[in-house]
């Protein structure tokens, strides 16, 4: 067996070449998973990757960038579809993961509820309330749609694209059975809903 050259260990990367590689990464797996529909990673591991550009840009503000991959919802549209601007930009949910034994020794605590629990002090805080009613759920990765409906009618559907601007799949929402395509109700429905 080969001993092992103890004169080619190399450093990790500077944080701004690290921040730079993360960044590069993260948009090629964007534009694989967002625009041409072929993930090659898990959403754990891209989750991961993700994190740690997080932390490094929490760590090494010098290096913002607005547009870096978290600062950015989504990807853009895909080719072939017509583009719709979204009457309200269609936000992304953040991810509250559970902390592993590692993550909750790093996080000072034996609670792996900890991320969710700092999550509901900063939304009391922010709200200036103490009794906030919240609902937890797993997250389901799939496609966001938003709906519109003009006079209880469906007037256009457009997924979430760039947060911005989305692909219209209104003919392909039409043919799904648990969207409704007319609503109906016993209050008054808003012109524009």
Do not use: C, W
Not at 28 to 38: E, M, S, V
Not at 94 to 99: A, K
Not at 116 to 134: C, H, N, T
Not at 144 to 149: E, P, Q, R
């Amino acid at each position: 067996m080969a001993e092992p050259d103890l004169f080619s260990y190399s450093s990790p990367p500077p944080p701004e070449t690290r921040i730079r590689e993360l960044r590069s990464e993260l948009e090629r797996h964007n534009r694989l998973y967002y625009t041409q529909a072929t993930p090659e990673i898990s959403d754990a591991e891209y989750d991961k990757l993700f994190r740690e550009l997080e932390d490094l840009e929490t760590k090494h503000p010098e290096f913002a960038d607005p547009n870096s991959p978290t600062q950015r919802v989504g990807g853009q549209p895909i080719e072939g579809f017509q583009q719709l601007r979204h009457l309200v930009p269609m936000l992304s949910i953040d991810d509250v993961f559970e902390l592993s034994e590692e993550g909750m020794k790093e996080a000072g605590t034996d609670r792996p509820e900890k991320e969710l629990v700092d999550f509901y002090q900063r939304l009391r805080k922010g709200l200036g309330r103490e009794d906030i009613a919240v609902t937890v759920e797993p997250k389901i990765d799939g496609v966001a749609v938003s709906l519109v409906y003009r006079n209880g009618e469906l007037a256009y559907a457009a997924t979430r694209g760039d947060g911005t601007t989305g692909d219209d799949i209104t003919h392909n929402v039409r043919i799904i059975r648990s969207i409704p395509l007319s609503l109906h109700s016993k209050s008054e429905i808003p012109a524009l809903l």
